[in-house]
C-alpha cells in the first residue's frame, strides 16, 4: 500500500507531552519526515530521516519509527505549537512521495 | 538564500490549461528532484509530481495524463502544464525541493517550499 494513516485530531494540554502516529507499508524501508503547518502558511519540514531536526526546530520535537509507524513526539507542548501535523514518506516503489492526512494538533 | 517562488496560478475555466512555474534560487534544479503537492481548501496536502536529477518524471494517478512537469535548467525553473483541468483541481499548488538523502540515494523529505499558487477551475 501507498498510504500513510494519521489519527485526524490529537489534543494535548499546556505542557504535557503529546505523541503523533503515522502508520504505512513504505515506513518499513524508507524514513519518514513530519511537517507543520499553520493556517494560511505552507508546510515546514519539522522532523527528516525518522528523528532528525532542521536547524531552527525547537528540541522540544522529537521523531521515531519502528516497523510500520512513525511518531512525532512533542515533549511539553506550547500554544504555538497548535497547527496541523503531516508525516511523509516516500511510496513503496520509491519513485515519489506519499503524504499522510494529516493531524490537527489541538493545545489546551 | 535557498527558496523557490511559485506563479502562474488563477481562475481557469473547466477543460482550460495552465502553466505553472517554480523559480528556484540558491541551489539548481538539475541537481535535486523537484516535486509540486497541492492542497484544496480544508483539506490535506497531495502529492502531484516529481521530477527527478536525471529528468524521469512520475505523476498521482489523479492527474496522469493531464499534467506534464518539466524543468529548464538555464533558467533554474520547473514547471507543471496543467491540460483538461477539473473542479477537483482547485488548490493550491506548492514547489518543494526534495532533500536529505537516505543510504540508497533516494531523498527522504521536502525541506524547501514556496508559499504556493492558486489555482481555481470554475465556471
Known amino acids: 500500500s501507498s498510504e500513510l494513516t494519521q489519527d485526524p485530531s490529537v489534543s494535548v494540554a499546556l505542557g504535557q507531552t503529546v505523541k503523533i502516529t503515522c502508520q504505512g507499508d513504505?515506513?518499513?524501508?524508507?524514513?519518514a519526515s513530519w511537517y507543520q503547518q499553520k493556517s494560511g502558511q505552507a508546510p515546514v519540514l519539522f522532523i527528516y530521516?525518522?528523528?532528525n531536526r532542521p536547524s531552527g526546530i525547537p528540541d522540544r520535537f522529537s521523531g521515531s519509527s519502528s516497523g510500520d509507524t512513525a511518531s512525532l513526539t512533542i515533549t511539553g507542548a506550547q500554544a504555538e505549537d497548535e497547527a496541523d501535523y503531516y508525516c511523509?514518506?516516500?511510496?513503496?516503489?520509491?519513485?515519489?512521495?506519499?503524504f499522510g492526512g494529516g493531524t490537527r494538533l489541538t493545545v489546551l | 538564500e535557498v527558496q523557490v517562488v511559485e506563479s502562474g496560478g488563477g481562475l481557469i475555466q473547466p477543460g482550460g490549461s495552465l502553466r505553472l512555474s517554480c523559480a528556484a534560487s540558491?541551489?539548481?534544479?538539475?541537481?535535486?528532484?523537484m516535486s509540486w503537492v497541492r492542497q484544496a481548501a480544508g483539506k490535506g496536502l497531495e502529492w502531484v509530481s516529481v521530477?527527478?536529477?536525471?529528468?524521469?518524471?512520475y505523476y498521482a494517478e489523479s492527474v496522469k495524463g493531464r499534467f506534464t512537469i518539466s524543468r529548464d535548467n538555464s533558467a533554474n525553473t520547473v514547471f507543471l502544464q496543467m491540460n483538461s483541468l477539473r473542479g477537483e483541481d482547485t488548490a493550491i499548488y506548492y514547489c518543494?525541493?526534495?532533500?536529505?538523502?537516505?543510504?540508497?540515494?533516494?531523498?527522504?523529505?521536502?525541506?524547501?517550499w514556496g508559499r504556493g499558487t492558486t489555482v481555481t477551475v470554475s465556471s
Open positions: 518543494a525541493r526534495e532533500y536529505y538523502y537516505d543510504r540508497r540515494g533516494y531523498p527522504s523529505s521536502m525541506d524547501v
Open positions: 540558491g541551489f539548481n534544479v538539475r541537481s535535486n528532484y
Open positions: 521530477v527527478h536529477r536525471d529528468g524521469s518524471t
Open positions: 513504505s515506513l518499513r524501508t524508507f524514513f
Open positions: 530521516g525518522n528523528n
Open positions: 511523509n514518506s516516500r511510496d513503496v516503489s520509491g519513485y515519489h512521495m506519499v
